[in-house]
Nanobody, 123 residues
Framework: QVQLVESGGGLVQAGGSLRLSCAAA????????MGWFRQAPGKEREFVAA???????YYADSVKGRFTISRDNAKNTVYLQMNNLKPEDTAVYYC?????????????????WGQGTQVTVSS
């Protein structure tokens, strides 16, 4: 059974930082593309970042230069370091896993999802 468990969310002031973690079990982590998505109230889910199995990384324009995705294949864990947070970053953040790197930006292409962790940025 595949499990993705996010942690690290919370309340932070604008300009602050948070580090999200997503621990995976039940899959061959090193073969998976790992993505972070977010969904704010009343808005559609959106792509945030992806770290493909080969190491390539991709970011949404809205977070480029502020967020960094990384992975530790030995720990089956993917991270999202979020710096200089803004109120518009407030959302539930989800990690997801997929086999293959195509369409890494499309949440519908991902096979497994975590339960989400809330990030709230106050102004």
């Amino acid at each position: 059974q595949v499990q993705l468990v996010e942690s690290g969310g919370g309340l932070v002031q604008a300009g602050g930082s948070l580090r999200l973690s997503c621990a995976a079990a039940g899959l061959t982590f090193s073969n998976c593309a790992m993505g972070w998505f977010r969904q704010a109230p009343g808005k559609e889910r959106e792509f945030v970042a992806a770290n493909l199995s080969g190491g390539r990384k991709y970011y949404a324009d809205s977070v480029k230069g502020r967020f960094t995705i990384s992975r530790d294949n030995a720990k089956n864990t993917v991270y999202l370091q979020m710096n200089n947070l803004k109120p518009e970053d407030t959302a539930v953040y989800y990690c997801a896993a997929k086999i293959g790197g195509d369409y890494y930006y499309d949440g519908d292409q991902y096979d497994y999802w975590g339960q989400g962790t809330q990030v709230t940025v106050s102004s």
